[in-house]
């Protein structure tokens, strides 16, 4: 958010940014109750929080009867704004803690919200199923195969539900499309193309904030967890997605959205090996992570490598043609996921057919699901159907028991992808994955993300 706005702008633009979503305070108070109240709180005031999470907390905190009690954030200026903007939406009082310990100290929390920095995910979710609370997570779940091991332990150890922000497997057209695949109408995948471009030189950065930050305004020590001990950075700390080993950038921010799905559609735990080449290309501002990136990934049954199929991965930050797209390919056809249509494109065609003796082999044009949309998934918009679908599984399975849609299990095999591609992208190496030693390997050696 702009450095110079004032409080009340601020909370003018929130406000105008929630809309429709926000329950009016009185109506929120009363639709929740007094009972059987399940007490949440918020870890991290992040963009991510504001945009996105926090409108789909609200869209169905009255009927599943949930509550934001408490916020923890080690900047004041975050903490001040959070709760300005959750006490203007919900009419009720937010404790404000400085840091976790603080918030789980409380004894009055049931849930939390992750929504901190993309490498403190792990460590900060290991802590709230250790204090015994469900967790909703944002993604990735750890680009460390060390913080991915440990946070799946923690949740195996203590049963809590933890719901990934990966929200592709909550929304109604990627449902549908998982359900198509596996019914066997569309036939084997051959091929997955995916792109995410953008052509914004601003983004991830915040020149107003780093210029406004100061080393004592938070707890730099706190920032950083098990990362290496540095200097205070204002840039690594709020640009944090600009450098490793905070953020990989581009596949921990979009790739794993994507990657998740071919896990989910071919019922695979991960690539059999990765390849990646790219670099910064244009955007030179003292970033480390690249500004453009193709990983070319191999999937398939993980003891028959004769077969499987072949997923590119592309996306770029310096033009903006070809959007966000996801194509699966059969031999039969494609199914597109921004367009929300199966067709026959690229089938089996007859001429071709007929030279080998073979029969036709195309499917008939029609829509994934009536009415879906394609899913914005950065949360830009506000509230996105993905987004919300994803927020009331997780509040359902804290009330009944039962495991969420994207849960942590999906979160490790999407972490497997993710640390291969990185490994891929710092060693230039073919990486593979070692199933005994639950370690990637590159040129022959751990890859350990230093």
Same mark, same amino acid.
């Given at each position: 958010?702009?450095?110079?706005?004032?409080?009340?702008?601020?909370?003018?633009?929130?406000?105008?940014?929630?809309?429709?979503?926000?329950?009016?305070?009185?109506?929120?108070?009363?639709?929740?109750?007094?009972?059987?109240?399940?007490?949440?709180?918020?870890?991290?005031?992040?963009?991510?929080?504001?945009?996105?999470?926090?409108?789909?907390?609200?869209?169905?905190?009255?009927?599943?009867?949930?509550?934001?009690?408490?916020?923890?954030?080690?900047?004041?200026?975050?903490?001040?704004?959070?709760?300005?903007?959750?006490?203007?939406?919900?009419?009720?009082?937010?404790?404000?803690?400085?840091?976790?310990?603080?918030?789980?100290?409380?004894?009055?929390?049931?849930?939390?919200?992750?929504?901190?920095?993309?490498? *403190?995910?792990?460590? +900060?979710? %290991?802590?709230? /199923? #250790?204090?015994?609370? =469900?967790?909703?997570?944002?993604?990735?779940?750890?680009?460390?195969?060390?913080?991915?091991?440990?946070?799946?332990?923690?949740?195996?150890?203590?049963?809590?539900?933890?719901?990934?922000?990966?929200?592709?497997?909550?929304?109604?057209?990627?449902?549908?499309?998982?359900?198509?695949?596996q019914s066997g109408q569309f036939g084997n995948i051959v091929g997955v193309e995916m792109t995410?471009?953008?052509?914004?030189?601003?983004?991830?950065?915040?020149?107003?904030?780093?210029?406004?930050?100061?080393?004592?305004?938070?707890?730099?020590?706190?920032?950083?967890?098990?990362?290496?001990?540095?200097?205070?950075?204002?840039?690594?700390?709020?640009?944090?997605?600009?450098?490793?080993?905070?953020?990989?950038?581009?596949?921990? *921010?979009?790739?794993? +959205?994507? %990657?998740?799905? /071919? #896990?989910?559609?071919? =019922?695979?735990?991960?690539?059999?090996?990765?390849?990646?080449?790219?670099?910064?290309?244009?955007?030179?501002?003292?970033?480390?992570?690249?500004?453009?990136?193709?990983?070319?990934?191999d999937y398939g049954p993980l003891n028959d490598p004769a077969k499987g199929f072949e997923v590119i991965y592309s996306s770029r930050q310096t033009n903006s043609a070809g959007d966000?797209?996801?194509?699966?390919?059969?031999?039969?056809?494609?199914?597109?996921?921004?367009?929300?249509?199966?067709?026959?494109?690229?089938?089996?065609?007859?001429?071709?057919?007929?030279?080998?003796?073979?029969?036709?082999?195309?499917?008939?044009?029609?829509?994934?699901?009536?009415?879906?949309?394609?899913?914005?998934?950065?949360?830009?918009?506000?509230?996105?159907?993905?987004?919300?679908?994803?927020?009331?599984?997780?509040?359902?399975?804290?009330?009944?028991?039962?495991?969420?849609?994207?849960?942590?299990?999906?979160?490790?095999?999407?972490?497997?992808?993710?640390?291969?591609?990185?490994?891929?992208?710092?060693?230039?190496?073919?990486?593979?994955?070692?199933?005994?030693?639950?370690?990637?390997?590159?040129?022959?050696?751990?890859?350990?993300?230093?």
């Amino acid at each position: 958010m702009p450095g110079k706005s004032s409080r009340r702008e601020f909370l003018k633009r929130s406000a105008t940014a929630l809309g429709a979503l926000s329950f009016p305070a009185r109506s929120y108070a009363r639709i929740v109750g007094a009972n059987n109240i399940v007490r949440t709180g918020v870890i991290g005031y992040s963009d991510r929080f504001r945009e996105a999470l926090f409108p789909a907390f609200l869209k169905h905190a009255g009927t599943q009867q949930f509550e934001i009690a408490a916020l923890s954030d080690i900047w004041k200026r975050r903490r001040d704004e959070g709760v300005a903007l959750i006490t203007e939406s919900t009419g009720h009082h937010v404790a404000l803690c400085r840091n976790n310990d603080e918030l789980y100290d409380r004894k009055d929390i049931d849930a939390v919200i992750i929504a901190t920095a993309d490498f *403190q995910h792990a460590q +900060h979710g %290991i802590e709230a /199923v #250790h204090n015994n609370l =469900d967790a909703y997570v944002e993604k990735p779940m750890a680009h460390t195969m060390e913080d991915a091991r440990e946070f799946r332990k923690a949740v195996r150890q203590t049963g809590r539900k933890v719901q990934i922000g990966t929200q592709r497997r909550s929304a109604r057209n990627y449902q549908r499309a998982k359900q198509f695949i596996q019914s066997g109408q569309f036939g084997n995948i051959v091929g997955v193309e995916m792109t995410w471009n953008v052509n914004q030189p601003g983004r991830w950065r915040r020149p107003q904030l780093v210029n406004q930050l100061k080393e004592e305004d938070t707890d730099w020590k706190r920032f950083l967890i098990n990362r290496p001990s540095v200097p205070f950075d204002a840039r690594k700390y709020l640009e944090f997605r600009l450098f490793w080993p905070y953020s990989s950038g581009i596949p921990d *921010q979009w790739m794993v +959205h994507q %990657i998740d799905t /071919v #896990h989910w559609f071919a =019922d695979l735990p991960r690539p059999r090996s990765v390849v990646a080449n790219g670099g910064i290309y244009m955007w030179k501002d003292g970033r480390q992570n690249w500004d453009t990136l193709t990983a070319v990934f191999d999937y398939g049954p993980l003891n028959d490598p004769a077969k499987g199929f072949e997923v590119i991965y592309s996306s770029r930050q310096t033009n903006s043609a070809g959007d966000v797209k996801e194509l699966y390919r059969s031999n039969a056809g494609t199914l597109d996921l921004d367009k929300n249509v199966i067709s026959g494109e690229g089938g089996l065609d007859e001429g071709a057919a007929k030279a080998m003796g073979m029969k036709t082999n195309r499917l008939q044009t029609r829509d994934l699901i009536e009415g879906a949309s394609a899913v914005e998934t950065d949360g830009r918009a506000g509230v996105d159907e993905a987004t919300s679908a994803n927020m009331l599984n997780w509040m359902q399975c804290v009330r009944n028991g039962k495991t969420p849609n994207a849960d942590v299990e999906a979160g490790y095999s999407h972490s497997i992808a993710l640390c291969m591609t990185i490994a891929a992208i710092q060693t230039g190496e073919r990486v593979t994955f070692d199933d005994a030693a639950q370690e990637v390997m590159a040129g022959g050696k751990v890859w350990t993300g230093a």
